[in-house]
């Protein structure tokens, strides 16, 4: 029994040896991945206060602008005994406004974590075009005898450059010119799709007032009696092509603040009157051809986005024009720009907003 007994003590101190030092290596594990966990809650808090500060349109305090490193940086502050410190810069030559957010949590010990993330800053913003009576992502052509009075900003060609009374610059990219989906997001937002006007035209004498109006496929407004009054209320949305005022009677389109919006193409005639403040947006080509009785005290905004606007209206046009131009004024007619501000008006446009491109820790 000695022997065994003996035996049996041996294995149970080796046993109960190798235990304590796995108990003791797992307890050393543990207690660093602790650490490096609450190190890595630190360097996100970071984060979650640079991106918060983004959100609020870089309001908030604690932070200051760093000539010398190009960035915006927060005092290092304490959190669950390690210090973090964060910044913030913007990423260069990415079109959209792209910021690199920078976390580091670093213990009493040295050790630190890093998180680096990338920010894409979103905004939907019109306004830049109320600056120039024409902008143009392509050419320009403005017909002899035409009289633009305004600024002119193009990438491509200009032809009738003589006809301007503005300053006229070439640039080789519009890098704010949002694109066609945004577009589209935009406007969508302000109608309703799943409720679909059901009708391909609108007669002004039967109605008074339209919108907000969602149309799937093309539509048609038109009167069937002169003198008519058709006041928009709300955004026009039309996924095909769309008229206005091409045949019957003349009547009146007052904008009143509004947006038409059509993915296909806007055709505007001569039995058409636009009055009011407002937009005149198109995917597709615009023909624009009606009588204006807008003043000074309006600002009107027509664009094609991806095609030509040709405008050719019947009385002066206060405001300004985008898209590949086509301008073709009749004796004693002109563009003039003015001011949204002064009018006022402000063009179609959303608040910022944000969307975490990456996220990684360093």
Not at 83 to 88: E, G, L, P
Not at 190 to 210: C, E, H, Q, R
Request: include cysteine; charge should be negative; glycine fraction near 8%.
């Amino acid at each position: 029994m000695l022997p065994l007994a003996l035996v049996i003590m041996t294995v149970g101190a080796i046993i109960i040896v190798a235990l304590l030092h796995h108990l003791d290596t797992s307890l050393s594990l543990a207690s660093k991945s602790e650490e490096r966990a609450v190190t890595y809650y630190a360097a996100d808090s970071g984060f979650e206060d640079a991106f918060f500060w983004l959100q609020q349109g870089k309001g908030l305090g604690n932070w200051t602008w760093n000539e010398e490193a190009q960035q915006w940086e927060r005092e290092p502050y304490p959190i669950n005994g390690r210090t973090v410190a964060v910044s913030v810069s913007v990423v260069p030559d990415t079109g959209n406004q792209t910021y690199k957010i920078i976390s580091t949590a670093t213990t009493d010990g040295g050790a630190s974590t890093t998180i680096e993330s990338y920010v894409l800053e979103q905004t939907f913003d019109l306004s830049p075009f109320g600056d120039s009576a024409i902008t143009s992502n392509g050419d320009i052509t403005i017909q002899p005898g035409s009289v633009i009075i305004g600024d002119v900003l193009y990438t491509d060609s200009i032809s009738g450059e003589e006809n301007v009374t503005g300053n006229v610059t070439h640039v080789d990219e519009i890098d704010w010119w949002p694109s066609t989906e945004e577009y589209i997001d935009y406007f969508l937002s302000g109608v309703d799709p799943s409720d679909p006007y059901p009708d391909p035209s609108i007669d002004a004498n039967d109605i008074s007032t339209i919108g907000p109006l969602y149309r799937q496929g093309d539509l048609a407004i038109y009167s069937s009696q002169d003198g008519k009054t058709l006041t928009l209320n709300g955004t026009i949305y039309v996924t095909g092509d769309m008229t206005i005022g091409t045949t019957n009677k003349d009547f009146i389109l007052d904008l009143n603040y509004q947006t038409i919006f059509v993915e296909g193409i806007l055709t505007i005639g001569s039995k058409t009157t636009i009055a009011g403040s407002g937009c005149l947006i198109a995917i597709g080509d615009i023909f624009f051809q009606p009588d204006i009785a807008s003043s000074e005290d309006d600002f009107l905004f027509t664009m094609s986005i991806e095609g030509c606007t040709q405008l050719n209206p019947g009385s002066d046009y206060y405001g300004s024009i985008a898209g590949n131009a086509n301008v073709t004024l009749q004796p004693g007619v002109q563009l003039e720009w003015i001011s949204p501000d002064s009018v006022p008006f402000e063009l179609p446009s959303s608040e910022p907003e944000q969307e975490i491109l990456t996220y990684d820790i360093i």
